[in-house]
């Protein structure tokens, strides 16, 4: 690529006059912009030729890493293939030429998608009912607490102020309490990575409007105790909430619905393997157990006498103007049918043995804090060797020499080092063992070429940035490019 003519910026392409389009002749006569409402000087806006920004942009877009480029392994995130099969459904013009106001009688096949999704949802988890309106996990988490909420409020009992979060929960779960008004209590967890259930007994009683869990939780470790821990927040009064963004490794082999549940979220863009990354496009459908179905936010999709239709109701709670992100679901949907009844259950396992089997085969090199049999992710603290001074981050910028995305660093909090691998199930064995010996490989450079690896990455476009820096003082315009090299001149 010629970096020259390809420059990084559109701006540094632009040279005055230059068209890359002609518009066809005005028929409509001129209608004059008030003149308070016009631009004192024409937009600041790059000039260039059609074929200068075409390769502009298609040689920047090659600079994107994605699960098609390569390994993904970014723990909590579940970084699946994206089958193209669902791009097809998602794009075909009876799905994506619709509009959310048209009448149902016109859009009964998108209104079916929605429903059969729901009701798929239903069977998979074992909760009674879900609303697809939520637009990602975060929001099905605020969606799934007020619905507690409304729970207490309808049986009149205000004192309910307080949402018990375990100590390794993902950060939006204390988040989502604090938007939805609830004060968060943290529990601890043990040095076996789960729970503290002696903990949690100290932390009950008639304040406390429910609990939220990870399962498995953000170390990768199934909940032992779930059942007990359900039965101790029920008998306060409390209800359970399942933050089903880990539900990869129990697709078709466990359901939260029988563990004592009472609401849950799935992140679709996670397990059900919609394309996700850079803030979206996501969906977060909510589903609680039989007797709160009515406290599920409109609108929502059902069917009477073989017809589908969206029922709406002034008083229910509302997190979205209309049904969600319908692509998404159209997605998830396909993806759940091309995998079917039988192929479905072998999602987990294989996602379990993949994380086991790397976890096993760089436990040697890489610390490994909590020494047990994890689900579809793991956390290794860093290299085991800590006398060389390369850190988590150091590890996770040399990866990207090797073509391979780094995993998910310093989360959990748990541990100062964390590097959270997450495989998924659709990875060979051939590319889990090249990771493999890359980590290796890094790790014996850490121990005699430690400079290497602190200088990484070397074969990217770009080296490490200052992420602090890129947070304080974000350069988000060409203009203000320019304004800060005149001043640092
Ligand atoms: C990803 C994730 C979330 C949040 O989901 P978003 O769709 O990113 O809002 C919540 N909890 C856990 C455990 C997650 O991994």
Redesign the pocket.
């Known amino acids: 690529m010629n970096s020259k003519l390809y420059g990084n910026l559109i701006f540094e392409l632009s040279k005055p006059g230059r068209e890359g389009f002609s518009l066809p002749a005005n028929e409509y006569g001129d209608y004059a912009v008030p003149e308070e409402m016009r631009r004192k000087d024409d937009a600041p806006l790059p000039e260039c030729d059609e074929m200068t920004v075409v390769r502009h942009y298609t040689n920047h877009s090659g600079n994107n890493f994605g699960v098609n480029n390569g390994f993904y392994p970014l723990g909590?995130?579940?970084m699946k293939y994206n089958p193209v099969i669902n791009e097809e459904t998602a794009n075909m013009a009876g799905f994506s030429d619709l509009h959310p106001l048209q009448p149902d009688c016109t859009s009964q096949g998108a209104l079916a998608v929605y429903y059969h999704l729901q009701k798929s949802l239903a069977a998979l988890t074992g909760l009674k009912e879900f609303t697809l309106n939520p637009f990602?996990?975060?929001?099905?988490?605020l969606t799934g607490l007020m619905i507690i909420r409304s729970y207490h409020a309808e049986r009149g009992d205000a004192k309910r102020t307080k949402v018990i979060v375990p100590d390794s929960?993902?950060g939006?779960?204390p988040a989502s309490a604090a938007v939805c008004g609830l004060e968060v209590v943290e529990v601890r967890s043990t040095p076996e990575g789960v729970v503290d259930v002696e903990h949690l007994r100290t932390l009950l009683d008639d304040s406390i409007a429910g609990m939220m869990m990870?399962n498995p939780n953000?170390l990768g470790l199934f909940e032992p105790q779930i059942p007990e821990i359900a039965k101790m927040v029920h008998a306060c009064g409390g209800l359970m909430y399942y933050?089903g963004?880990?539900l990869n490794p129990m697709l078709g082999v466990s359901r939260p619905g029988d563990m004592g549940f009472d609401v849950m979220h799935i992140?679709l863009?996670?397990t059900f393997s919609t394309p996700?990354g850079g803030g979206g496009p996501?969906s977060?459908p909510v589903g609680v157990r039989e007797g709160l179905e009515h406290l599920l936010p409109r609108p929502k999709v059902v069917l009477n006498d073989g017809v589908y239709s969206v029922e709406r109701d002034d008083k229910s709670i509302a997190v979205g103007a209309y049904l969600g992100n319908f692509a998404v679901a159209v997605r998830a949907y396909t993806y759940i049918l091309s995998l079917g009844r039988e192929h479905i259950k072998e999602v987990g396992p294989l996602a379990t043995l993949n994380a086991n089997y790397i976890k096993e085969r760089l436990k040697d090199v890489y610390e490994l804090p909590i020494d047990t049999i994890c689900k579809h992710e793991f956390v290794f603290n860093g290299l085991k060797d800590k006398s060389t001074g390369v850190t988590t981050m150091d590890v996770a910028k040399r990866l990207l020499d090797y073509g391979f995305h780094a995993p998910t660093i310093y989360f959990p909090l748990l541990f100062h080092e964390a590097l959270m691998i997450e495989p998924t199930e659709n990875e060979s064995l051939d590319t889990i063992d090249s990771f493999i010996d890359v980590m290796r490989q890094i790790a014996k450079e850490a121990a005699e070429e430690p400079d290497t690896v602190k200088n990484a990455p070397l074969r990217t476009p770009i080296g490490r940035v200052d992420d602090v820096l890129a947070a304080k003082h974000p350069i988000l315009t060409y203009w203000q490019l320019l304004a800060d090299k005149a001043d640092n001149a």
């Open positions: 909590s995130c579940t990602a996990g975060a929001h099905g988490e929960a993902h939006t779960n990870t953000t933050d963004a880990n992140n863009h996670k996700h996501g977060g």
